[in-house]
């Protein structure tokens, strides 16, 4: 029987947590026209004159923290989630993995698959909530590498998962652990984006639409912020959480024209209101990374401390968690039809 390929991909790390290795993989990440989406000269002066050269002593500082004996958290993880996925999938799969920067780069991977000749690719870009930077860059990237080795392969793309049941059942799982009855709140914080990157998505919507109950049709299936709160819904659903024991916030931002409300907003807001215990939950990340081990769990918690906060704490993401490797399965194999 023909194995099918399943490819994994993520965001990627620096190889080395040292400034020629950050700023090496800032380079590849913030020239992609689907991160940064200026006009070519205008996007190259920005990031490579100013963005690089002022970031990348504060950002190896951070990758630094987030080190490991064995690198990369990211990275550790990722080689696991791929070895467990193949051992879920069994013989009829081949699992590879991926990062859309740095290493493991798709040229090489792809080239891998290619000469396997497998005649179907399944492409599973790791974020719940498709946006042009994450899944849409990851996608743009694999068909140009396809086309360019000449892969005689079918892609068949796994573009979101923000709704899948066992997805929430994972993460809702995982913040069971953490007993939620001794929080005075939870927080669902996303990864933001730029305004501008919502209204290229569906021009002329206006963003308060994305956080009705109903995704509009036609309009909603890839709007990234009507995802995430389609996922905050569902969680919501799965814990049993009343309307005033929850928020919704958008973190990592660059400027104050992203995505609203800011997660370091709304802690402060809701530490004010007396809410000094708080629970953070981030489902846009499948895998504990610089933005979840880092800007949640050092520097919110530090902020939200210093302020007079008794606890924050983050609910570890999905890593290589058996239910989520299961969920992962079914997502793959739901995708092929007939099936793979």
């Avoid at 965001?11 to 006009?39: A, C, E, H, M």
């Avoid at 923000?162 to 939870?186: Q, T, V, W």
Wanted: positive net charge; contains cysteine; proline residues 6%.
């Amino acid at each position: 029987m023909e194995k099918t390929a399943v490819l994994i991909v993520n965001t990627g790390s620096p190889d080395r947590s040292t400034i020629p290795s950050v700023w090496k993989y800032l380079t590849q990440f913030l020239n992609d026209k689907r991160v940064i989406d200026l006009p070519w000269l205008l996007r190259k002066l920005l990031v490579n004159l100013i963005i690089i050269p002022f970031r990348v002593k504060r950002s190896t500082a951070l990758y630094k923290l987030l080190w490991t004996e064995n690198g990369s958290p990211l990275i550790q993880y990722s080689n696991q989630l791929q070895e467990k996925l193949q051992e879920e999938l069994g013989d009829r799969y081949e699992v590879f993995l991926a990062m859309r920067y740095q290493h493991p780069g798709l040229m090489k991977v792809i080239a891998q698959i290619r000469n396997k000749k497998f005649k179907k690719l399944i492409l599973f870009p790791l974020y719940p909530q498709y946006a042009m930077s994450t899944t849409g860059s990851i996608v743009a990237a694999v068909k140009d590498e396809l086309r360019r080795q000449q892969a005689d392969t079918e892609l068949i793309i796994i573009e979101q998962f923000y709704d899948h049941p066992e997805f929430i059942a994972a993460f809702a799982a995982r913040g069971r652990s953490y007993n939620l009855s001794k929080f005075d709140h939870i927080l669902f914080s996303y990864h933001g984006l730029p305004n501008r990157h919502l209204e290229k998505c569906h021009p002329g919507i206006h963003p308060d639409h994305c956080t009705c109950p109903d995704i509009l049709p036609g309009h909603g299936h890839l709007c990234y912020r009507a995802t995430c709160y389609a996922t905050t819904r569902l969680l919501v659903s799965e814990l049993n959480l009343k309307p005033d024991q929850y928020s919704v916030a958008f973190q990592s931002r660059l400027s104050n024209n992203w995505m609203e409300p800011f997660t370091d907003d709304v802690l402060l807001t809701r530490l004010q209101e007396g809410k000094k215990r708080i629970l953070v939950f981030a489902p846009a990340f499948v895998t504990d990374c610089l933005e979840t081990l880092i800007e949640i769990s050092h520097e919110y918690r530090s902020m939200f401390l210093e302020k007079g906060g008794e606890e924050l704490q983050l609910v570890e993401s999905l890593n290589v968690d058996s239910i989520w490797v299961k969920a992962m399965k079914s997502i793959i194999i739901s995708a092929c039809t007939p099936p793979c």
